[in-house]
């Protein structure tokens, strides 16, 4: 069972906070004693600063005595909040579209905690490393059903990008389309022995925090596995990092896309690896490292062209 993370699985509670009238003295040692790096001040219930290492440096260089300064003097004032029940995915947007290192997190009306950047690093390091996910495609050429895969079905889809039939190159893109059926879910479950109700009991499946059935998040993720399958030459995982955004629902079509990041040497590569549903929705992200050898050159298939924009 997977679920997406959310901010109140991984923020720092409970919350120091202080008065804007606290000396830098008393909060630097406030921080010292609790092992923390920030503060957040506090005036009449409401959250109206925040204080970390950084501005603690920051007075030490401008001020020949900084003990007795009061914080509302050298506080950040641009706090930017959100919502426990908010994911890990949405909190790096704000993040990034804020340019700040720490969000104050509410529970309603109530403060709750905080989230940095560390925290978010520790948990899911590959959410700082992505890029750009929805941009314009660039470059469009003939998809082949590969010699790599023994067979395709009318079902499912495949799209490229950059791709060319002889070698592989930063910012080529394949993903693979197909929909997750009341049989796929049933034999992945007897194919692993995941029998958890809330894949297959729907009765059970109402109860719980999705209110319905979902597909195993192994067999969402399984079809990034596909995808690289479809990528010329005998492609080998060498790692995988994964996160579950959101569940998908029995019998929603989704899609795996693969785009190469980085060429980590002659033969090695990483990608980007993310899954979404029919509304474009991300339900995985991740990274992978992969080895891509030359395909044995026995047993050759014929390969259909697929037109691909």
Same mark, same amino acid.
């Given at each position: ?17 202080? /008065? ?5 003295? $008393? ?23 925040? %204080?970390?290492?950084?501005?603690? %440096?920051? +007075? ?23 919502? $426990?029940?908010?994911?890990? /995915? ?5 993040? #990034? ?47 082949? =059903? ?12 495949? @799209? ?6 002889? @070698? +592989?190159?930063?910012?080529? =893109? ?8 009341? @049989?796929?879910?049933? *034999? ?20 719980? =925090? #999705? /209110? =319905?059935? +979902? %597909? ?16 010329? *030459? ?5 790692? @995988? ?50 080895? +891509? ?7 050759? %298939? ?6 691909? /924009?």
């Amino acid at each position: 069972m997977t679920f997406p993370i959310r901010l109140n699985d991984i923020m720092s509670s409970p919350v120091e906070t202080r /008065g804007p009238d606290c000396t830098a003295q $008393a909060a630097a040692a406030t921080c010292l004693d609790r092992d923390i790096g920030s503060l957040v001040v506090v005036e009449e219930a409401e959250a109206v600063g925040i %204080v970390t290492s950084d501005d603690f %440096v920051r +007075i030490l260089r401008d001020d020949s005595d900084p003990r007795t300064i009061p914080l509302s003097e050298f506080m950040s004032t641009d706090i930017v909040t959100v919502d $426990a029940s908010a994911t890990v /995915g949405d909190a790096v947007e704000v993040m #990034f579209d804020n340019d700040v290192a720490r969000l104050v997190v509410f529970d309603g009306d109530e403060l709750v905690g905080l989230v940095s950047t560390d925290d978010i690093v520790h948990h899911v390091p590959q959410l700082l490393q992505r890029r750009e996910f929805n941009r314009p495609e660039s470059r469009a050429h003939q998809y082949h =059903r590969s010699q790599e895969t023994a067979y395709e079905m009318d079902d499912w889809e495949t @799209q490229s990008s950059g791709l060319s039939d002889e @070698q +592989i190159s930063v910012g080529d =893109r394949i993903s693979f389309t197909k929909t997750c059926s009341e @049989q796929d879910v049933r *034999g992945f479950a007897t194919a692993t022995g995941d029998t958890n109700r809330l894949h297959l009991d729907e009765e059970f499946a109402q109860q719980t =925090r #999705f /209110g =319905r059935r +979902i %597909v195993h998040g192994t067999l969402i993720s399984g079809l990034i596995s596909a995808a690289l399958a479809r990528l010329p *030459g005998l492609t080998i995982y060498l790692s @995988q990092n994964l996160s579950f955004l959101k569940p998908a629902e029995v019998g929603a079509r989704i899609t795996a896309v693969c785009e190469v990041s980085e060429k980590l040497s002659e033969d090695k590569y990483q990608l980007t690896t993310d899954v979404t549903d029919g509304d474009g929705e991300r339900l995985v992200e991740g990274q992978a490292a992969v080895l +891509i050898d030359e395909t044995p050159d026995v047993g050759q %298939v014929t390969v259909e062209a697929v037109t691909t /924009g």
